[in-house]
């Protein structure tokens, strides 16, 4: 009775790993088979875009009228946007696509910058031109050869996990899908590479340009002196510094030390001693003191390091710190460039983190600039959006989206208790930027 009781069991169990077994058979093929779907989305969509970019590229070249291509440039930019979305969906962890990514980039990048700066007063150049007609005849190339690829995939019933397969076991076969895509990838290398990275850099600024600030050249040991006194460390610390390699565009020395309670790390340029950044490491107790004096110590130690005039235009708390922004301000025009940011701990208010790369650079390497204004305070309310409450104004200096300084009125208002900045350019009027302005973070999982 009980062998069969036994041989029962048994059967039953047995029963169960074949059912539970095909379960999990037919749940990896639902994966399998919605992944492949997946990949063949992508694929065909990224096939069709760069159908359409390569038509819209060859428009605009045919245009003439430049309130007729700024339009068509903004849809170049929106496509090859939807083009690298694509690409990343396709399996290709294992094969670098980086290229071809680059190359959409490129096209997108150029696209918006030229679209936004107003081609009526500033028109296409001959080197654009020229540009525009070497992206329509690489991404002619780059279109043959996906459909090349598309034709291959339906007239063979093709499947990309199989691609998968093949890169993850490295097996020697004759894969159509990659050997096209690796082609694709050669077409949009070859572009890349070309004397085209000038044209793509429309900012004027050489971000690889030295900076040279002023006062006399620190040694090493000056430097060490210079960060004890700072952090108040005493002599037998252990202090590491090294200097940046050549090619830097800001010379520095790179400053680390351990106190056992504390570590720090800083940057401290080599010319001037000029305090690049640094950060605190150490344990942080509980809050215990507000944010509005955590932001006036935070004020207090940059005017005591030479960040005079600056007022505070962010502040954030996440539980035991609290982060602050600083802006430059001269005659009562907030410059937003030149920015530096400070972490405060609120257990006793120690300036954990500084970071002033924004502000040194930005007002070391710039000139003076001369900005119009045209428009008074009132004719710029006149731009805002009337369904938005004013609530302050203030002059402000930003950078656009094509990497110009420009004049503003900022405006705070608010529209159903969501609070945005509203930029009007003080000299044409157009609304430069619009931001929502983020609250506190609600804290989850605190009673």
């Not at 490295?170 to 290398?189: M, Q, R, V």
């Not at 104004?393 to 405006?411: F, H, K, P, S, W």
């Amino acid at each position: 009775m009980f062998r069969w009781i036994l041989y029962i069991v048994l059967l039953i169990g047995f029963i169960g790993a074949i059912v539970y077994g095909y379960q999990e058979h037919q749940e990896k093929n639902a994966i399998l088979i919605q992944a492949e779907n997946n990949y063949q989305r992508a694929f065909h969509d990224l096939t069709y875009r760069m159908d359409l970019l390569n038509d819209k590229i060859g428009t605009v070249l045919a245009m003439n009228t430049p309130e007729n291509l700024s339009p068509q440039l903004a849809e170049i930019w929106k496509i090859s946007s939807d083009a690298q979305a694509d690409v990343g969906q396709l399996p290709l962890t294992l094969l670098p696509f980086n290229k071809t990514e680059e190359f959409l980039n490129n096209i997108g990048e150029f696209s918006y910058r030229v679209a936004v700066r107003g081609l009526s007063e500033n028109p296409l150049t001959d080197e654009e031109l020229k540009t525009l007609n070497q992206l329509h005849e690489n991404s002619n190339k780059i279109k043959k050869e996906l459909r090349t690829v598309q034709h291959e995939v339906l007239d063979q019933g093709l499947r990309w996990m199989d691609v998968e397969v093949a890169l993850a076991t490295n097996e020697p076969s004759d894969n159509t899908i990659l050997d096209g895509l690796k082609t694709i990838e050669d077409s949009s290398d070859q572009f890349n590479s070309s004397d085209n990275e000038g044209v793509f850099n429309l900012n004027t600024k050489s971000e690889g340009e030295q900076i040279n600030f002023e006062g006399k050249s620190y040694k090493e040991e000056e430097v060490r002196k210079f960060i004890s006194k700072q952090f108040e460390l005493n002599e037998n610390v252990d202090m590491k510094v090294s200097k940046t390699g050549k090619g830097s565009n800001i010379p520095m020395y790179n400053v680390s030390f351990d106190t056992g309670d504390l570590h720090g790390y800083a940057e401290v340029t080599q010319q001037g001693a000029n305090m690049i950044s640094y950060m605190l490491t150490r344990d942080i107790g509980e809050a215990k003191i507000s944010l509005n004096k955590a932001m006036n110590q935070a004020k207090e130690l940059l005017n005591g390091i030479g960040y005079e005039n600056i007022e505070m235009v962010e502040s954030s708390q996440y539980e035991k710190v609290g982060v602050f922004r600083f802006v430059r301000v001269e005659d009562g025009v907030y410059y937003y460039p030149d920015s530096l940011q400070v972490k405060v701990a609120l257990d006793n208010g120690d300036i954990v983190g500084l970071s002033a790369r924004d502000y040194i650079v930005n007002t070391t390497r710039r000139g003076e600039v001369d900005f119009n204004k045209k428009l008074t305070e009132e004719e710029a309310r006149d731009v805002v959006n009337p369904n938005i409450d004013i609530k302050e104004t203030r002059q402000a200096v930003i950078e656009n989206d094509i990497g110009d300084l420009v004049l503003c009125y900022e405006m705070v208002g608010v529209i159903d208790q969501q609070t945005y900045r509203v930029y009007i350019n003080a000299n044409d009027g157009f609304e430069e930027k619009v931001e929502i302005l983020q609250q506190s973070e609600q804290l989850y999982g605190i009673n």
